[in-house]
T-cell receptor, first 113, second 118 residues
């Protein structure tokens, strides 16, 4: 199975801080994603990347940016954190073939105070 | 546009009883359908998927799901619930013909909380 690792599980940041959420996958897959999960809203796509240095906006990109310098690593950046960005952030990658199943990391809980 | 609905926010079932978590979908073509489970403070774990073929799909932890094209449903089932099955369950759909946005979008439902009562 694919292993997706999110190094920071729980973070508390102050309003206005710059926040980096790191994600690494171990299978050399091209497609990687960042989702945000909020109660009652399910999962919402922030950004995705289909290759190194390639990125596309998802459904809610405002306030976020991403970086993909290496194939295995996909970072989510909050340039200036705000309290409405308090949420669970999920990184994922997609396996080719086999119906393109998406595999998720363990999630990063971010609290902005 | 593709969409998925999980009509129940919460499902309660007694341990040992069969369980069903409902999912309906809307796509223009033939769907790819997925179920995921999320335990507290964890990421989503893949349970099973339907791509083509047999309408009854078996997955991890004894779960199965039935694809019903006429009812556009993909309900998750288990013959005998365990307390350890208590978690949040997400249904997801992808229309393989929909390449708008360039990334073969997967749409997730809002989740159903399953509570198995001892």
């Amino acid at each position: 199975d694919v292993k997706v690792t999110q190094s920071s599980r729980y973070l508390v940041k102050r309003t206005g801080e710059k926040v980096f959420l790191e994600c690494v996958q171990d299978m050399d897959h091209e497609n990687m994603f960042w989702y945000r999960q909020d109660p009652g809203l399910g999962l919402r796509l922030i950004y995705f990347s289909y290759d190194v240095k390639m990125k596309e906006k998802g459904d809610i990109p405002e306030g976020y940016s991403v970086s993909r310098e290496k194939k295995e690593r996909f970072s989510l950046i909050l340039e200036s954190a705000s309290t409405n960005q308090t949420s669970m952030y999920l990184c994922a990658c997609r396996a080719p073939g086999e119906g393109n199943t998406i595999y998720f990391g363990e999630g990063s809980w971010l609290t902005v105070v | 546009a593709q969409s998925v609905a999980q009509p129940e926010d919460q499902v309660n079932v007694a341990e040992g009883n069969p369980l069903t978590v409902k999912c309906t979908y809307s796509v223009s073509g033939n769907p790819y359908l997925f179920w995921y489970v999320q335990y507290p403070n964890r990421g989503l774990q893949f349970l099973l998927k339907y791509i083509t073929g047999d309408n009854l799909v078996k997955g991890s932890y004894g779960f199965e799901a039935e694809f019903n094209k006429s009812q556009t449903s993909f309900h998750l089932k288990k013959p005998s619930a365990l307390v350890s099955d208590s978690a949040l369950y997400f249904c997801a759909v992808r229309d393989p013909r929909d390449l708008s946005g360039g990334y073969q979008k997967v749409t997730f439902g809002t989740g159903t909380k399953l509570q198995v009562i001892p």
